[in-house]
């Protein structure tokens, strides 16, 4: 009897620990992922109260309003039909198009669904239709302007532009784009599919753009890495593949910092097969590859740094950025702003207030840190590095004179496609403008030809020059 | 000399009352339906009479008997907001799941020698478990009921209470082989209802017993490993087994299809927030089958997350307490059955609440006491009556004991 005794206590422990998970895993589910699911377009119960709620307003960083609820109860946007597009979507559309846009992952703020009755009850009495709060958001709509002007006609892509300090957006763009008041046939047939946001959906490879990571891996698992001299023959010959350089350029002898300024593949294929997989792969996950993304602001797809089937080839690829890597615009954003800041990396954020009807705020912007990504003499380094490839290397069109603007291109190559996908990463070195960007733009060309002079605009544009 | 103050139990039940006199007389000022009325006197009267009137017969737990009664009233009170009808016969079911109960009480009180029920028992069993199959109607994928009389009912949730005691019977005599033997045979037959939830429920709690009764290791390894085995086999054998996990994965892939349900049950408890849309006023009839399976998400709907975390400690005291009870038997037989009793309801409880938050994969079993079923609520009743039968048999052990000392002393 006592044996079974003793059993019993076994049996109960365990069984308490599975019904106490149930409450652990729940709130932890609905913390992380609630405000997803109940924005998600199968919220039925949403869509009913949007009927009898009126939205509240949206404004930008400035106050410049970007949606608001006209007399009829229609939802109108801007009236800028430029400034439209290039938020689009950023802000969402009443037609829901836009899965994540402000009007649907922030409706529980623009529908005021956290409202105590109390204050319903008052709006009640009062007769009026219940109306949401107004949010401000973080995106700055003259600056989305100024990018949608750059951004080559007819081509798709993205472009990010946050504070590295504090992870704010101040753009966020996804092309082609619509127009939310006018939405036409064209739109929804358009193969490039407009309604898909791309800085935050779209996942691809890098390109040369990796280079910055595959670096940082090499300056901390490589021995002496700084004053180590790679050989550029032209090409590489390696088991079933051939790394070579664009324009199959010979680069000779070179240190890392000029292969980063010249995007040589072979000193960064050669960087990788040197430090080994792992290692990268380690440096990689520090930049937040293969984390599960839950940012309270927005929804974005992980980003995979391939781990199954690594054959030398595969590797060795993955040092300049190609193979099976995935990354979304506004990760690589991420990543370059996590260099700016001293290695660590910000949560990127949307909101930046709540006001209810009666202007009391509701909500208070806090910055919070994603992750350390990096320790900070090796983020100088790499931002010393990216300094040169904007002066003399691949990016100088990005530049800006009297800025100190940092950066790396990128052409990834991407099968089934006439031209590269041409990516600009990169920011300005100047705690005045702490600002960092990410420029894709697809099937275009190189990065240095088709990305990088957008990029340098708009650090012109940022820095008022 | 009597002190006029009330006992804490005293104050719980009060307080119980008090909830659902004012939530049922909330819905019937709402729709003014007679039924409402009768509905708002009936079932704290039924509560009433179940916790304060059972223990006055004999020893019963007084505080497993109100936490039960609880969870019925709820059940009744959600079907009936969610669907008069249902919570008419719910009620209905809740009065006759009580004199069950009592019955069952004194079926473990009164009986001394178990042998030859058993036996009968272990036969009804298995000619139970053969009736769906040979007569039987399928219902959502599964073939587990059969109609007498136009009263449709699951043989199998009956057959779980004698599962229960032929098991810890045969386990208490150290007949491990025939009890695993029985056990196998029901749930042979259960799998070939395609009754998963519920052949799970067999499957682990009769390998809780025989793992109580022999702390043999290798029975549990064995165990865990024939489960993993049998897992795999119906992963690749049932097509909708292989479905179930794909939407446990990640339901969102298909959310108007094959992810409704489940999507829907997420979306209604964060609709819900904290503190719930409120009685009556929540919109949880998007989800199908709302009142079976997913009945926890309506609670957390229109009584919120605070309610919700309460409802689940209900029942891990409950689950504790019927542990308690088995501690304190004295018989071999009366341990393992109440041990068996209270893994029951705690394993079923974790099944479906896990399935319902997408902790894991669903698996169509109700929500003991609360969910809408007559078998069901039936089986969970009969359980709850073998554990206060235990109790209660417990407590004379206690006061015989008392007794004896009392007289010792008198001679002393």
């Keep these: 009897m006592k044996l079974i005794r003793q059993n019993i206590r076994l049996i109960a422990t365990v069984l308490c620990v599975l019904l106490i998970s149930l409450v652990v895993y729940g709130a932890y589910s609905i913390s992380t992922q609630g405000s997803r699911w109940f924005s998600s377009g199968a919220n039925k119960y949403l869509r009913r109260t949007k009927a009898n709620v009126t939205a509240g307003n949206i404004v930008d960083r400035a106050n410049v309003l970007l949606a608001t609820t006209d007399n009829t109860g229609k939802r109108v946007y801007s009236s800028d039909e430029a400034v439209r597009r290039a938020m689009v979507h950023v802000v969402g559309d009443s037609a829901n198009n836009i899965a994540y846009g402000a009007e649907s992952f922030m409706a529980d703020h623009l529908y005021a669904f956290n409202e105590s009755y109390l204050e319903r009850l008052a709006q009640g009495l009062q007769g009026k239709i219940r109306r949401g709060y107004d949010i401000r958001l973080s995106v700055d709509s003259r600056l989305s302007k100024k990018a949608y002007s750059l951004f080559p006609k007819d081509k798709s892509g993205a472009i990010v532009v946050m504070n590295y300090r504090t992870g704010e957006l101040l753009a966020l763009q996804s092309y082609p784009s619509f127009d939310p008041m006018n939405l036409t046939q064209l739109d929804k047939d358009n193969p490039l599919k407009p309604f898909w946001n791309r800085a935050t959906k779209w996942i691809s490879a890098p390109g040369s753009a990796f280079k910055v990571i595959t670096l940082a891996g090499a300056l901390q698992h490589i021995p002496d890495a700084i004053n180590k001299t790679f050989h550029c023959s032209g090409e590489l010959v390696l088991e079933n593949t051939t790394i070579t350089d664009a324009n199959n350029a010979v680069h000779n002898d070179l240190n890392l910092k000029k292969a980063l300024a010249l995007s040589c593949n072979i000193a960064f294929s050669q960087a990788i097969l040197e430090m080994g997989d792992k290692n990268l792969q380690q440096t990689a996950s520090n930049f937040g590859f293969g984390d599960y993304f839950l940012f309270s602001d927005l929804v974005v797809e992980n980003s995979v740094y391939p781990t199954t089937d690594r054959t030398e080839k595969e590797i060795a690829w993955t040092g300049p950025g190609q193979s099976r890597l995935q990354v ?42 994603h992750r350390i990504a990096l320790d900070k003499p090796t983020a100088d380094t790499i931002a010393d590095y990216m300094r040169e490839v904007v002066r003399t290397g691949t990016g100088t069109r990005a530049g800006v004179s009297g800025i100190p603007v940092c950066g790396k291109t990128g052409s990834a190559q991407i099968d089934g496609q006439r031209e590269t996908n041409a990516w600009f990463v990169g920011f300005i070195d100047d705690p005045k403008y702490p600002f960092a960007v990410c420029v894709v733009v697809e099937d275009a060309g190189g990065g240095g030809s088709v990305a990088a002079p957008i990029a340098g605009e708009l650090f012109k544009f940022m820095t008022g020059r | 000399m009597k002190s006029k103050r009330r006992t804490p139990a005293q104050l719980l039940v009060s307080t119980i009352i008090l909830f659902f006199f004012t939530a049922f007389l909330l819905l019937a000022l709402k729709d003014f339906q007679p039924l409402s009325f009768l509905m708002t006197a009936l079932v704290p009267l039924i509560f009433f009479a179940a916790t304060v009137l059972i223990p006055r017969l004999f020893p019963a737990d007084r505080l497993l008997l109100s936490m039960v009664n609880f969870l019925c009233a709820l059940g009744v009170l959600i079907l009936y907001r969610m669907n008069p009808k249902q919570g008419l016969d719910q009620a209905v079911n809740y009065g006759v799941g009580v004199v069950a109960m009592l019955f069952f009480i004194l079926f473990v009180r009164s009986l001394r020698h178990w042998r030859q029920p058993i036996m009968l028992l272990a036969v009804a069993s298995i000619v139970l478990m053969a009736l769906p199959l040979i007569f039987g109607t399928e219902r959502n994928g599964a073939r587990a009921w059969i109609s007498v009389f136009g009263l449709s009912f699951q043989p199998s949730e009956m057959v779980k209470v004698f599962l229960l005691l032929v098991v810890s019977y045969l386990l208490s005599k150290r007949n491990v082989i025939p009890a695993a033997l029985f056990a196998g045979i029901c749930l042979l037959m259960l799998m070939l209802q395609k009754d998963l939830g519920t052949a799970l429920i067999y499957y682990a709690v009769t390998l809780i017993l025989i793992f109580a009764a022999t702390r043999s290791f290798f029975y549990l ?92 400690l209900v029942y891990l005291l409950l689950f504790l307490r019927g542990i308690g009870i088995a501690l304190r038997s004295s018989s071999r037989f009366y341990t393992l059955l109440s041990l068996g009793a209270s893994c029951l309801i705690a394993l079923q409880t974790f099944i479906i609440i896990g399935g319902n938050i997408k902790m894991i994969p669903l698996t169509g079993v109700t929500l003991p006491f609360i969910s809408y079923g007559g078998s069901s609520l039936l089986s969970s009743m009969c359980i709850m009556g073998i554990l206060q039968g235990v109790a209660s048999i417990n407590e004379d052990d206690v ?12 001679y002393a």
């Design chain 2, 399 to 410: 006061q015989e004991d008392q007794e004896l000392a009392r007289i010792q002393e008198g």
């Design chain 2, 221 to 312: 390894g064995a165990g865990f490993i024939g489960a993993l085995v049998g897992g795999l086999i119906g992963y690749n054998m049932f097509s909708h087994v292989k479905r179930r996990v794909r939407i446990w994965i990640d339901p969102w892939y298909d959310y108007e299809g094959a992810g409704y349900q489940i999507v829907q049950s997420l979306i209604a408890m964060v609709n819900g927030g904290v503190w719930g849309t409120g009685l009556g006023l929540g919109h949880a009839y998007d989800i199908p089958a709302n009142t079976t399976d997913f009945v926890f998400s309506i609670i957390l709907n229109e009584f919120g997350l605070v309610f919700g975390v309460c409802v689940v």
């Design chain 1, 328 to 369: 979304t615009p506004l990760h690589m954003c991420m990543v370059a702003a996590a260099i700016a800041n001293d290695g660590i990396m910000m949560e990127p954020k949307l909101l930046l207030g709540v006001t209810n009807n009666a202007g009391v705020s509701r909500f208070d912007f806090f910055a919070r840190e």
